[in-house]
């Protein structure tokens, strides 16, 4: 458990705590326990040593025993918060101590939630901010069976007093005047009954006056409340403030993990999964009059450029490049790292001869670029590109015949059920309404691209071929029927 002082400041420390082993947290768990008894065991100190002014309502011959019991859950405590770390690699032995650790303290709170006098505010923090806090850093099953177990015992003692069961409490009171002549036992309904009729008393007015306040001030009501507000008021604000610090991280892992998903580490460029979900939506979001054009870009020699600089400069040149595609391209433009050393640029909204042009100017722009490996290693690379334009006229061609054969699909589906008898399936049906494009459109457009990308390099690298006019060489009558021949 070593926390040094950079590791102060509530974001870092909060990072280290839940990085922390289950064993170290286990610890902390026990030091927090250790903080919460070390306050009651105060409580105790003051009003024993304040017996004169307290003894009118407190039960002193029961201040001893849950003074000794809180003693032995603050030595208990103390004792768990070294022992713990050390046994961080034995599981089994870690998950017993962790089962002992809030069972005991689950009773230890509901004992003293009891025999205090028990409130709303208390046992409400008590049950639901300690079980969030445990579970933050033990096993979560313990904490939920201690956190059922604790419901029921305040279920208890909220119900028992109906059955006549009087249960042992530090409450008492004597009172020498008004409403009972001498002192009497009171049961905790009483004592808070006449405790709210001095309340009101001294609130009667509807203001605070001085004299009201030091009557209520000496009152049994204004300590017991004010106990109440003591054990229940820090334990909440600290258990607020590290669930918010749990929630905070949570927050960062959440953006960290999507980073990690969308982004590529060494380009910096959309990932190959984050960029054909793009692509997707952007080829949804394209309206009927657009063209839409897809390039593959794949360095030329790249294996040379490893086997001669190494692999750091390969991906120096990976990292260069994917810089030039980031400053040659606006945000319209899709770009991403497809594989290896290809990359993968899509132009929503271009029609072929613009995206002809483009790539054109992007592949002398990488062409031109210089390569600074070291102080006296300079080179330039190369790029072999593939483009293709889906045209608005392919577009619907591919929808019309894609919604011809899925209704082709849901036609047999129905023949088939009327054929066994059964009922005709609705999803077939609702095919036929939601047929678009189909569902591996980006993976054809991508390969007929990869087709003129594979034909660039065929014809000896650094150039730009379109699929488009390759599949226009193709017979014409075939691609008339087929909407564009391979796709
Ligand atoms: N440095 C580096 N190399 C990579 C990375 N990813 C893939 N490569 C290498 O890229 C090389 C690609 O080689 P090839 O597929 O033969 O392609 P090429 O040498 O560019 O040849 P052509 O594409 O035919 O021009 C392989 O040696 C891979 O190990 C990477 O992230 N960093």
Redesign the pocket.
Known sequence: MAVSISHLGYRKLSRVIFGWQAADRTSLLALFILMEVASHWLWCLVVWWRQDVYAPYVNVTLLYPLWIGVTLMGAYSFWMVSRLSPIRKDNDALHQWQAILVTLYSTYIAVVIVVMGHSSLVAGVSLVGGAMLAMMLVQRRYVWRAFLGHAAVILAVTLLPYFGVTLPNLRQMSISSFPLGTYSYLTYSEMTAIENAVSAAALQKGALSWDSLSQLRYSSAFFWRATHIYMALPKAIFIIYIFRALLSILDESKKETLQHANQDE?TQLNSRRYGLTQMKQALKSVDNQQDFSVILL??????????NYG?????L??AEVAQTLRQFFTDEAIVSRY???EFLIVLPDTKHDSAMLIAEQLRRSIAEQVITADDDITFRVTA?LGLYTLTHGARSCIKQAHATLVQKEAESELNQSQKVKLRPNKRGARKILTAQLPQDICQRLISTADKALYEA?GRG?NQVVSANAMLAEEDVGRRKKQCGGTL
């Open positions: 060494l794949d360095l030329d020699w790249f294996k040379d450029i490893n086997d692999h750091d400069v390969g991906d040149v990976l594989g290896g050393e072999s390099k690298r």
